[in-house]
């Protein structure tokens, strides 16, 4: 019918068709060696291959010299199917040659350019292969799709040297052949001579004014990674109340706080490692008032109207050159001068300052200002001293405090308060108490906490007090201690388990040693074994699947957090098996026949009712002759649907059939390839003794039995019992393995007659016994003879 927007035409119809097989006359292709005589050496072996054509399969026959060609142990013809059309794809040009790119002793990254030609179809994908030299064999070293031109692969052996190529995947299916192999890379740490990196504004002077902070910063490179010291005037610089020294893995900074003249000077950044060292110098310079010039004060030629002073420059010159300098003079008046006093003047103001007064300095204070153009004006101040009440202050410049474990730290806190205040101490909500290594204290204006050889226990938050009658304040200290990483937090929780796989998680420690935590190693041990394996090195995640186990082996899983000082305590897991969470699921229906041919038969089947918690992925179909024990496997591939043809039958032949399901928790069993020929090689006429080779593939199994049947001719079937003398029999091997999966049988022995060999008597003996024999009286003699003959002869002397 015809279609369009107005609707469809009237239908046409064809001529009857008959639906039937092609069929065609079978013939030879004898375009190949056949032509022509094989010749062969003697002990060499022969194998001729010859295409067959012809619907439907033509059935082979082969003759030897106008007879029937006897097939032997040696002897053996085998037909195959025509393949199916398979479509022509252009190969794929390999990968270009591997190179490393980052090398260290657990890790090799590599990186390889695009193959030239993709076939065709774009590439979706790499497989990376390695080889550890020097007689290692190429294994796969990637479980999931590589789609980048680089790859990282881990858990390597340290010292030990590999090889590496690559297999490039386009969307068509096409695998290319591997790359040129890269060349031999040995995993251990590069080794690169550390550099030191600065801004252009630390090569020069650094200058500030007193007051100001400064900070020198820096980047580090190098391999392994340096390790990193400041030091000025041939001392290391360490953390205080103003002065703090950061590091991270590959930088590092000097932060100053509230600088004063001495603060400045030549910090020396050094770092080391086992390539060499690399050294940069800071130079800073504070900026502040020169100090006070050198007394004494020298007067001399002294007149009424002038005198001459003289002194010596300041020992500090405030960083720059001086200037000049500026003379006050002052004339005394009527009353008590003022001593103890410090006395600050400038144009348009002036102060006076008395430390430490008592009782004693209560009175009046008289100040008396002049000018050249007024007379001298006094201004009396009376001045009472009282008590001085000063609420609790803190004057702290930061409150994170570090140190590293095994180490002293001493924390100074400086504060004021009038009257003395009392303080507390508290860590972590608990009052802190002092013991041999823990001590508190306090003075008049400074507050220490004093810890020997720190512990991850010192680590916390600690409150500090201070209450007096004008106020109450707090300050809040945190301390880390820097040290290797506390134990993961457990318990190690199973997130997955398949029958080759365990997917894990754990937390993160509860203490990371106050840095960051690099990674986690995680290891795995079969629980029959003591010996741990690493599964990965240079985890970030706290999250982990581990493959490549053995199903129905039971694992062990160990965790461990790294920082830059160390690994710490591991984590164990539970014990875990490495199976499906799955039970087996239930017989099927009881087989049936839907259809029946005089060669083949169509099995029909109900699925079963108990899955065992999984869906059916499908089923395996067996076939037995009724009269045998053997039952033979028909599907080389999972049926997904619930009949099968069967094909390749006797006619007249009867048959049983049984049928299993398979779920994500069974595994499918794969066949055992039959035994070789048997060889007769002792024949009585009861008995035949004969001879076998194992199969060539044992199915993934042990071969652990085998079952030999005998066929007595003409018309017999293959049964096991006992031999009468003068009929003729053939006989068969099936094998069986250790998972429970029989072999077909072997190609039978061909015709043998149970009768006894007949071989005439013969004598053999040692030709000194063709011989007279002399021995003298009295000597024994012995006489030694072979005899040979079947059936066994009677002897007689």
């Excluded at 409150?463 to 134990?487: F, H, M, S, Y």
Aim: glycine content about 8%; hydrophobic content about 35%.
């Amino acid at each position: 019918m015809a279609v369009n927007h107005s609707g469809r035409s009237i239908p046409k119809e064809s001529k009857p068709i008959v639906v039937k097989d092609s069929t065609s006359l079978p013939e030879f292709d004898l375009r190949g060696v056949c032509h022509k005589t094989v010749i062969a050496k003697a002990g060499d072996d022969i194998k001729v291959e010859i295409p067959v054509m012809g619907r439907p399969r033509p059935t082979v026959s082969w003759q030897k010299d106008g007879a029937a060609l006897k097939l032997t142990q040696r002897t053996n013809v085998e037909t195959t199917a025509a393949s199916e059309p398979i479509l022509a794809l252009d190969p794929v040009d390999p990968p270009g040659q591997p190179v490393p790119i980052s090398v260290n002793k657990n890790a090799i990254t590599i990186q390889w350019t695009k193959p030239e030609y993709d076939g065709g179809f774009k590439i979706t994908g790499y497989i990376v292969e390695k080889r550890e030299l020097p007689a290692g064999r190429w294994m796969r070293a990637n479980f999931t799709n590589i789609i980048e031109t680089t790859f990282t692969v881990s858990g390597l052996t340290q010292d030990a040297s590999y090889e590496f190529r690559i297999i490039a995947r386009n969307s068509a299916g096409a695998v290319s052949i591997p790359s040129e192999p890269s060349d031999p890379i040995n995993c251990k740490d590069d080794i690169i001579e550390p550099r030191i990196m600065v801004d252009a504004i630390f090569r020069d002077v650094v200058l500030l004014k007193a007051g100001e902070s400064f900070k020198l910063e820096a980047d580090i490179a190098g391999q392994p990674t340096p390790s990193m010291v400041w030091t000025k005037n041939g001392k290391e610089v360490e953390n205080t109340m103003k002065l703090e020294v950061r590091f991270t893995e590959l930088t590092t900074t000097l932060t100053n706080k509230d600088s004063i003249r001495p603060d400045g000077g030549e910090f020396i950044l050094t770092a080391t490692n086992v390539g060499g060292f690399a050294k940069h110098i800071f130079n800073v310079k504070v900026l502040d008032r020169p100090g006070p010039p050198v007394g004494p004060l020298k007067v001399t030629d002294v007149t009424a109207e002038n005198c001459a002073l003289s002194w010596a420059p300041p020992a500090d010159d405030g960083g720059s050159k001086i200037e000049g300098y500026v003379i006050e003079k002052r004339e005394s008046r009527d009353g008590e001068p003022v001593e103890r006093a410090i006395i600050d003047s400038t144009t348009s103001y002036t102060s006076l300052i008395i430390e430490n007064v008592n009782r004693f300095d209560s009175g009046k204070y008289n100040l008396t200002v002049e000018n050249r153009t007024s007379d001298p004006r006094q201004i009396g101040v009376p001045v009472i001293v009282k008590d001085l009440v000063i609420a609790p202050a803190v004057k702290m410049l930061f409150n994170t405090f570090t140190v590293l474990a095994g180490e002293d730290l001493t924390v100074e806190v400086p504060y004021i308060a009038r009257p003395k205040a009392t303080v507390s101490w508290v860590k972590d909500g608990l009052p802190l108490k002092r013991t041999s290594r823990v001590n508190f204290g306090a003075t008049d204006t400074m507050l220490n906490l004093t810890i020997k050889e720190a512990t991850k226990d010192d680590v916390g938050h600690y409150i500090i007090t201070l209450t007096n009658t004008a106020g109450e304040t707090k300050a809040n200290i945190g301390i880390v201690v820097l040290d290797k990483p506390g134990q993961p937090g457990g318990p190690v929780k199973v997130e997955e388990v398949t029958s080759d796989s365990v997917t894990i998680s754990w937390n993160p420690p509860e203490y990371d040693g106050g840095c960051t935590i690099k990674n986690y190693i995680v290891e795995k041990r079969d629980t029959s074994t003591t010996t741990w394996m690493v599964v990965s090195s240079n985890l970030a995640r706290t999250k982990i699947k581990a493959g490549r186990l053995k199903t129905g082996s039971e694992y062990q899983f160990r965790i461990t957090a790294e920082n830059r000082y160390g690994k710490g305590p591991a984590l164990l897991s539970a014990c875990i098996l490495a199976q499906y969470p799955y039970k087996l699921p239930g017989p099927p229906g009881t087989p049936s026949i839907a259809v029946c041919t005089k060669d083949s038969m169509v099995v029909t089947w109900n699925e079963p009712v108990i899955d065992g918690g999984s869906s059916i992925l499908g089923y395996h179909l067996e076939r037995k002759e009724r009269n045998s024990i053997l039952w033979v496997k028909l599907n080389k591939s999972l049926i997904t649907d619930q009949t099968f043809k069967t094909t390749g039958l006797e006619p007249g032949m009867e048959y049983e059939y049984r049928v299993y399901a398979e779920n994500i928790g069974y595994i499918a069993r794969d066949p055992c390839d039959p035994p070789g020929t048997p060889e007769a090689i002792k024949i009585t006429k009861d008995s035949v003794t004969i001879v076998w080779t194992k199969p060539e593939y044992d199915g993934g199994a042990k071969v652990t039995g085998y079952i030999v049947e005998k066929k007595e001719l003409p018309e017999g079937q293959y049964l096991a019992s006992g031999l009468v003398e003068g009929n003729q029999y053939e006989f068969r091997v099936v094998a069986r393995n250790a998972a429970g999966v029989f072999s077909i049988p072997s190609y039978s022995t061909g015709p043998i007659t149970a009768r006894d060999e007949i071989e005439p008597p013969r004598i053999s003996i040692d030709p000194e016994y063709t011989q007279n024999i002399v021995v003298s009286a009295g000597d024994n003699f012995k006489i030694d003879a072979d005899v040979h003959g079947k059936p066994l002869p009677s002897i007689h002397w």
